[in-house]
């Protein structure tokens, strides 16, 4: 069953979920407007303690930058007066404008634009002679992401994310189908789950969820089957009336073990691969993997060492060096990547 919100405008009072409510008074704030409390809660439809017990939760991230009116009305403060904050800000406007571009790059223009009105407002604050170090600083960065997830404009994704989003944050139980990418190349179905929500995963500009399968099509399973549903695989879904605790201890980077890249398959192993002296500096100017050892030898080429959970990954690495990489081991990696060449040699007679 898919998700039901209700617009905004048309919300009943006090439909706004702790989430929603910090995000519109965050915004607001951002924004220049004045909140006051008593209006605030008559717009949104709750209590004045729950205003206050947000704009606590508010000043967290805001600091000292949220004062308080002595008319009791709070605003963000845009003056950055010493140094240090000074040095700070221009930090944060960068790590913002980045941000502002991959917006862009993912999710569209719309969400883009809103946030280049926060770089803007931010940059304001600076003062002139700061301020106009960063004319047109929207064209001065740019974002190369080939093979990225494309979710601009995909109204059905966005209400996916928010609905997970809101399960991660409240530990909601949730109902979904899920059409995982091996069932789709074979023409199978989706699959339904009941899930917990434990972690969120950014990777390659895609959007994965950590979660915890409870029911599978009815029949019970363990709490123990830990998997990674993707964003835009995901199907219908619905809360189910019960919450969850998270495990003590848990941790998305944790979960992904010694994985190449997100892809799991339980088997470590031990991976060498020689790479010519042509392709080295390439190489050597990235990190491949945490466990990566590089050993250069004196012509030059290169003995790249990992330990890696799966091999799957490693073969669409090891293909793209083409003709530059030669696997030495483990003897099944140097099968696969020989396998797909030859099945790509074909294809060109």
Not at 101 to 112: D, I, N, P
Not at 164 to 189: F, Q, T
């Amino acid at each position: 069953m898919p998700v039901r919100r209700r617009s905004g405008p048309g919300r009943k009072r006090g439909a706004y979920s702790q989430a929603e409510r910090i995000l519109r008074l965050y915004a607001a704030l951002l924004e220049g407007r004045i909140v006051r409390v008593a209006e605030f809660a008559e717009e949104l439809g709750i209590s004045a303690r729950q205003v206050q017990r947000d704009l606590a939760v508010v000043r967290g991230h805001l600091g000292e930058r949220l004062a308080q009116r002595p008319d009791g009305a709070w605003v963000v403060q845009r003056a950055i007066v010493s140094e240090v904050e000074r040095g700070s800000a221009r930090t944060a406007i960068l790590g913002l404008a980045i941000g502002a571009k991959l917006s862009s790059s993912l999710w569209g223009e719309r969400a883009a634009r809103r946030l280049r009105a926060r770089v803007d407002g931010l940059i304001s604050g600076l003062g002139d002679s700061l301020a106009s170090r960063f004319d047109g600083w929207h064209r001065r960065i740019a974002v190369v992401a080939p093979g990225q997830k494309d979710y601009a404009g995909r109204s059905d994704v966005a209400r996916r994310l928010e609905a997970m989003l809101e399960a991660l944050i409240h530990c909601r139980v949730v109902r979904l189908s899920y059409r995982s990418h091996p069932r789709a190349m074979k023409g199978l179905p989706a699959r339904d789950f009941v899930v917990h929500t434990l972690g969120l995963i950014h990777y390659r500009d895609g959007v994965y969820f950590v979660v915890d399968v409870t029911s599978e099509g009815g029949v019970k399973e363990t709490r123990e089957r830990r998997i990674l549903l993707a964003l835009d695989r995901i199907g219908d879904l619905a809360f189910e009336g019960a919450s969850f605790t998270v495990p003590r201890g848990f941790d998305a980077q944790a979960f992904l073990g010694e994985a190449f890249g997100i892809w799991r398959e339980g088997a470590v192993e031990d991976v060498e691969i020689e790479v010519e002296a042509a392709h080295a500096r390439w190489v050597l100017e990235r990190r491949i993997h945490p466990s990566q050892q590089v050993e250069e030898r004196t012509d030059g080429s290169l003995l790249v060492r990992l330990r890696v959970d799966g091999l799957h990954e490693v073969t669409d690495w090891v293909l793209s060096l083409g003709e530059y990489a030669e696997v030495i081991r483990p003897p099944a990696l140097r099968e696969r990547v020989a396998t797909r060449l030859r099945a790509a040699a074909a294809r060109y007679g």
